[in-house]
Each structure stands twice: as structure tokens, then as C-alpha cells.
Antibody, heavy 120, light 106 residues
């Protein structure tokens, strides 16, 4: 059974960088059949997919157009986790952030969610 | 980006009712559609993938249909545990988008 453990700060100042990690147990970040996603949810924006990383002979990333200039999702094979970096945050980035496993595209396993507030 | 329009946004129903939720894509997504259930304060839970495939362990009263741009989620006989918000999600392209959600309430 796949479990995803999220970690990271719940408060980020405007213009700074939001950083979260998602540790994987029960699967490998370098699996050839899975994809590792970040999603967020807020009352104003609903559920918004941010991007994913996956390994298919080489590492690949797909990002949502809305955040493409600000986002990086990286795998860490040594620790079997993947991370999210979102730069230049504003209060509009306040949301609950989830990591999720795609099998390969439907999202079968989710982390518990990290509420993140962007405020000074 | 492919836009997903889901309706109704709220649905009032009673235990035993047959419930249908519709999701429309702004362009054809073949059968690359999933449905999720989310209860308040909880994580979304996958119910159906590839438009009509039931995830293992999900009750058979849930079913999905459709292809192209029009999809439906049907609950054949609503149970107390089914009062929740339901979301569709397309995954046809290199990006993923969700519908706005349908809250099923008493």
C-alpha cells in the first residue's frame, strides 16, 4: 500500500518561495508506471493540478500553464521523495497542498494535505 | 488548457435516490476521465477512472459513462455515506484539470 508523507512550512511570506516535500513508501519515485503530482485546493480556485514528475527512461516534468514560470518539481531517488518549489508567492497561492501518486494519470493515492498560508 | 464544466453545483437528494452528475469537456478527451469523492476535511478519493472503470473496493452503486466531451457519474441508490462533494478530472493531455465539484446534500 502506497503512503505519502508531506512536510513543509504552513506559513510563507509574500514574494518568497514555498517548498514542500512528499516522502513515498510502498513505491519508488523512479517507478516506470507511476507519476508524482502536486495539487492544491482553495475555496476560490477549487482543485488545481500544479504539475508532476515521472521517470520513463529519463526524468520528465509537466506543469500547469498557470504556474509554469514559478514551479519546479524534483525527484530525490536517494530519499525516495519528490519536492515542490513555488517561487514569488502571493496571497493567491494560499491553499491546501496535496501530493498524489498517478497510476499513471488517475490519482490513486494522496498525501494528507498541507495547509499553506501566504501572509506577512 | 482543457476546461471541465460540471453540473449541477449542488444537488439535494434523499437516501435511496438515483443521482446523476454531469461533466462536460471543452474538447474531446476520449475516455480519459476520472471521478473523485471528497468529504469535508478529507482527501479526494478515486471512484472511477477511464470514464467507466470502477476502482477496486468502490461500491457497485457507483457507475460512470460517456466519452468524448460528455460524461456522467451515477449513484444508483444514494446511501448516507454518499453525501459528499464529487469532482471530475480530465487527464487527456499533458495537463490535468478538475471540474468545479458537485455537492450532494440532504
Amino acid at each position: 500500500q502506497v503512503q505519502l508523507q508531506q512536510s513543509g512550512p504552513g506559513l510563507v511570506k509574500p514574494s518568497q518561495t514555498l517548498s514542500l516535500t512528499c516522502a513515498i513508501s510502498g513505491d519508488s519515485v523512479s517507478s516506470n508506471s507511476a507519476a508524482w503530482n502536486w495539487i492544491r485546493q482553495s475555496p476560490s480556485r477549487g482543485i488545481e493540478w500544479l504539475g508532476r514528475t515521472y521517470y520513463r527512461s529519463k526524468w520528465k516534468n509537466d506543469y500547469a500553464v498557470s504556474v509554469k514560470s514559478r514551479i519546479t518539481i524534483n525527484p530525490d531517488m536517494s530519499k525516495n521523495l519528490f519536492s515542490l518549489r513555488l517561487t514569488s508567492v502571493t496571497p493567491e497561492d494560499t491553499a491546501v497542498y496535496y501530493c498524489a501518486r498517478g497510476s499513471p494519470r488517475e490519482l490513486t493515492d494522496w498525501g494528507r494535505g498541507t495547509p499553506v498560508t501566504v501572509s506577512s | 488548457d482543457i476546461q471541465m464544466t460540471q453540473f449541477p453545483s449542488t444537488l439535494s437528494a434523499s437516501v435511496g435516490d438515483r443521482v446523476t452528475i454531469t461533466c462536460r469537456a471543452s474538447q474531446s478527451i476520449s475516455s480519459w476521465l476520472a471521478w473523485y469523492q471528497q468529504k469535508a476535511g478529507k482527501v479526494p478519493n478515486l471512484l472511477i477512472y477511464k470514464a467507466s472503470s470502477l476502482k477496486s473496493g468502490v461500491p457497485s452503486r457507483f457507475s460512470g459513462s460517456g466519452s468524448g466531451t460528455e460524461f456522467t457519474l451515477t449513484i444508483s441508490s444514494l446511501q448516507p455515506n454518499d453525501f459528499a462533494t464529487y469532482y471530475c478530472q480530465q487527464y487527456d493531455s499533458y495537463s490535468v484539470t478538475f471540474g468545479q465539484g458537485t455537492k450532494v446534500e440532504f
